[in-house]
């Protein structure tokens, strides 16, 4: 995380995550209707927006996705009340996390914290996202093995170009003897070389030197690293965290921000939702159409162009007014929730007789 390299890589998928907004749904299914409740339950609806008194839920996202991609594991423990229903979420930043299991065989997750503090807490209030799940039957693999090889080519290479500009600040000529010289004299022909040539006063611009040494002029460029090494080094860095200059630099195109969010942000999303919703909800609870759901706006990555063509779809009623305002961040307007019609712009479900044609 201390690598610049690193946390550019990671930064754009942490904002993004943050940015997502979770809802509570409650879908009920009769033989007759089908009906959609968004946020019945206002204690879920403050645990989703305040998870505790520290962070909001953008913040707690934010930090269970830089653990997520850093660890490939993110912890967070849900509390509960006396009535069992959850009333806060903390993220655990543990050094270390244990699967135990007691005589039943219920799971339980044992956290090392780094102020010496053991946290057991039980996997049922857990929610656990996992990244490279592969060998662990609990946990997902950690990325440091394929990435600690990587940024010890970029230390020593940052380490290198920074030797190499104080030693061309100092060393500009390098003067080989052919013969072995005692220490004093070498500083005093080397000195002699910079008084003669190298002073302000001489104004020829030559320098000569006899057959017993060999002046040698230090071009700072030789000691400086490949550039298309460290290029190279820097991409395999960038295609392990599934990421490019364009995403790193905020420039990315619309297709390449959409290709971005389906690769790396909607898997995540799926993640979020299927944990939340398990974990806060009994069997029950999902049995009757409560779910947790975290959503992304459709348009974030689109362009004002793009935007402004979705104008289309509010005229033949696709989009309300007020969803066509959201995608440009812009509060919503009384009655803008109707959908509307391009001919007469009136509420989808009044009638409405037109010159020539029959109300029906």
């Not at 979420?89 to 799971?107: E, H, K, R, S, T």
């Not at 975290?294 to 969803?323: C, I, Y």
Request: proline content about 5%; aromatic content about 8%.
């Amino acid at each position: 995380y201390q690598s610049d390299i690193v946390r550019a890589c990671i930064r754009p998928k942490i904002k993004a995550i943050g940015k997502l907004t979770a809802k509570h749904i409650r879908e009920t299914v009769t033989a007759s209707a089908r009906k959609l409740a968004v946020n019945p339950e206002p204690y879920i609806r403050f645990l989703l927006e305040e998870p505790n008194q520290y962070m909001t839920g953008q913040l707690l996202q934010e930090k269970l996705a830089a653990l997520l991609v850093l660890n490939n594991n993110a912890f967070a423990v849900i509390l509960r009340d006396e009535n069992g229903l959850p009333n806060a979420i903390f993220p655990v930043a543990a050094m270390q996390a244990d699967a135990v299991y007691d005589a039943g065989g219920n799971l339980y997750l044992k956290f090392y914290m780094q102020n010496g503090n053991v946290l057991t807490f039980a996997y049922d209030d857990v929610i656990h996202l996992r990244g490279d799940f592969y060998e662990n039957d609990i946990f997902g693999d950690p990325i440091a093995p394929a990435i600690v090889p990587l940024m010890e080519i970029v230390t020593t290479t940052d380490q290198g170009i920074v030797k190499a500009i104080r030693n061309s600040a100092v060393i500009r000529w390098l003067l080989m003897f052919a013969s072995s010289m005692r220490a004093e004299d070498i500083k005093k022909r080397a000195q002699d070389f910079a008084d003669s040539f190298l002073s302000v006063s001489n104004g020829t611009g030559v320098a000569a030197v006899d057959a017993k040494a060999e002046a040698k002029q230090i071009d700072p460029k030789d000691y400086v690293p490949n550039a298309a090494q460290m290029d190279k080094t820097t991409q395999r860095i960038y295609a392990l965290f599934n990421t490019n200059p364009h995403i790193v630099t905020s420039i990315a195109t619309e297709d390449e921000q959409s290709a971005y969010f389906d690769a790396e942000i909607e898997p995540v999303l799926k993640q979020l939702s299927g944990e939340y919703t398990r974990k806060l909800f009994s069997r029950r609870e999902r049995g009757c159409g409560n779910r947790i759901v975290f959503e992304a706006s459709a348009w974030d990555f689109a362009s004002t162009s793009t935007k402004l063509n979705l104008l289309q779809l509010v005229d033949r009623g696709a989009l309300t007014p007020n969803e066509w305002r959201r995608a440009f961040n812009l509060a919503p307007v009384d009655g803008g929730d109707k959908p509307i019609r391009r001919l007469d712009t009136q509420p989808v479900d009044r009638n409405t007789t037109q010159k020539g044609d029959e109300t029906t």
